[in-house]
């Protein structure tokens, strides 16, 4: 099936601003879905409210576009339903860990067969440009005018010790990695978690003179490497960031990507 036959393309162009890298994460995953040859009735996908909540309103699945928080409350009523269905949850910083922190972390602690796509451009994007739990300490926002002063989360080891069995980061710079841990989230059962570091230049660039799209995605190109990988031996920054791991519980894969912007 050609990748646009998954788009409900009468609701486009989309509400996204220039250079948002929700796009790319849209692109990626329906390239791994196309690439599983799954059909679009074995999918249901269940979104929260934000900007990257839009994306159920994009793809021509079984959709649900839910309460702010919620879409894992939701998500977890339609796998029980119907279990036979490929759940996938993409969630923006409130919805994954703000106020839907404690469905997140309950989700994963039952390790439920669902799919969660955490898109993290560490602010709130589409009320104005407040700081979120994954904004981080130091960073601007247009609600820490003089600069956050809270730690972030690590939505990595957040996920494993909350009892997801598959983990992982990636960047919008990444694109063809970002498709194939989508395609290994979806096959693994269990609960999946796949965070995805994306920019925002309309309020998280500005107002952290991070630059344009292209600059802050080379910012992810130049400051991330597979944990293990030559860079992150010879380069203590990267070998200090705090990681986000590939892994099952049981078998001891791990194949881990660190990314130095984090604390």
């Known amino acids: 099936m050609a990748i646009k036959d998954y788009l409900r393309e009468r609701f486009f162009p989309h509400m996204w601003c220039p250079g948002c890298g929700h796009g790319i994460i849209l692109n990626s995953m329906l390239r791994a ?6 059909s679009k009735n074995e999918i249901v996908m269940v979104s929260g409210i934000g900007c990257s909540s839009r994306i159920s309103g994009y793809v021509d699945f079984h959709t649900l576009h839910t309460i702010h928080g919620r ?4 998500a977890t009523g339609v796998k029980l339903g119907l279990p036979e269905l490929n759940v996938i949850v993409p969630m923006g910083d409130g919805d994954a860990l703000a ?3 404690n469905h997140f972390i309950h989700a994963a602690r039952r390790n439920i067969d669902i799919t969660a796509i955490v898109m993290n451009n560490r602010i709130y994007g589409m009320t104005g440009g ?3 739990p994954l904004s981080g300490l130091g960073v601007l926002a247009t609600t820490a005018p003089y600069k956050n002063i809270d730690h972030d989360f690590d939505v990595a080891e957040i996920s494993r010790a909350a009892g997801a069995t598959f983990v992982a980061r990636t960047t919008t710079y990444h694109v063809q990695q970002m498709t194939e841990l989508v395609k290994k989230a979806i096959l693994h059962e269990g609960f999946s978690v796949v965070e995805i570091l994306t920019q925002c230049p309309t309020y998280f660039g500005r107002k952290n003179r991070k630059g344009s799209a292209a600059e802050m995605m080379m910012l992810y190109k130049e400051n991330t490497t597979p944990k293990g990988s030559r860079p992150s031996r010879k ?4 070998s200090n960031a705090v990681s986000c791991t590939r892994w099952r519980r049981r078998s001891t894969v791990t194949n881990t990507i ?3 912007h984090r604390r």
């Open 71 to 74: 879409a894992l409350a939701f």
């Open 258 to 260: 660190k990314s130095s």
């Open 99 to 101: 106020i839907g922190g």
């Open 130 to 132: 407040q700081f979120s």
């Open 235 to 238: 380069i203590p920054i990267l």
């Open 33 to 38: 879905i196309e690439q599983l040859g799954m």
